[in-house]
T-cell receptor, first 115, second 114 residues
Framework: DAGVTQSPTHLIKTRGQQVTLRCSPK?????VSWYQQALGQGPQFIFQYYEEEERQRGNFPDRFSGHQFPNYSSELNVNALLLGDSALYLC??????????????FGDGTRLSIL | AQKITQTQPGMFVQEKEAVTLDCTYDTSDPSYGLFWYKQPSSGEMIFLIYQGSYDQQNATEGRYSLNFQKARKSANLVISASQLGDSAMYFC???????????FGSGTQLTVLP
């Protein structure tokens, strides 16, 4: 049973560039959430997708955008990269976007470095 | 205001001993879920244990148990018989019924000593 998979594992970009991160949810899951984790901190919620729509968004600028495909996989896009965007980006999947008791299962993350 | 507070940035425990990692939370929602995750240096967040706000009994999963004190708004993780592989960052998180996201604390770095 495949867990949550993310690609790429590592990425190096320069300021002003754009980046796309990808996530395939755990089998049977239909909801994908994205989190940003800066070094030494807990993850911060970016947004959640369900039925191909953004259902909730955290306190992130609209440089951060996403998409969910019919097979439930998802992409996170970040435009006009800033040095402060350097972080570990975690994708989490779950079943049922309104089930607060369902644990979210995380991938290994994509480590993004901005030069 | 901080919704999840983990006051122990770092903890040390001797192998085979038990350790308690503290977590307090703040919410006005009557329904919520509390989660603990383990994050090794590799980065993956591993789900450990869940406690619902209406659960009468403390959750247990193998060597992990959650000491849930609702009136004190505390949800401490207890790891029994610590192993070297338990060395990692541990995060407490909450999901309120009105929210879709997990809100995480700042984490506790646990080091198990041989």
């Amino acid at each position: 049973d495949a867990g949550v998979t993310q690609s790429p594992t590592h990425l190096i970009k320069t300021r002003g560039q754009q980046v796309t991160l990808r996530c395939s949810p755990k089998s049977g899951h239909d909801t994908v959430s994205w989190y940003q984790q800066a070094l030494g901190q807990g993850p911060q919620f970016i947004f959640q997708y369900y039925e191909e729509e953004e259902r909730q968004r955290g306190n992130f600028p609209d440089r951060f955008s996403g998409h969910q495909f019919p097979n439930y996989s998802s992409e996170l896009n970040v435009n006009a990269l800033l040095l402060g965007d350097s972080a570990l980006y975690l994708c989490a999947s779950s079943y049922g976007h309104q089930s607060f008791y369902q644990p979210q299962h995380f991938g290994d993350g994509t480590r993004l470095s901005i030069l | 205001a901080q919704k999840i507070t983990q006051t122990q940035p770092g903890m040390f425990v001797q192998e085979k001993e038990a350790v308690t990692l503290d977590c307090t939370y703040d919410t006005s929602d009557p329904s919520y879920g509390l989660f603990w995750y383990k994050q090794p240096s590799s980065g993956e967040m591993i789900f450990l244990i869940y406690q619902g706000s209406y659960d009468q009994q403390n959750a247990t999963e193998g060597r992990y148990s959650l000491n849930f004190q609702k009136a004190r708004k505390s949800a401490n993780l207890v790891i029994s018989a610590s192993q070297l592989g338990d060395s990692a960052m541990y995060f407490c998180a909450m999901r309120e019924v009105t929210a879709r996201q997990l809100t995480f604390g700042s984490g506790t770095q646990l080091t198990v000593l041989p």
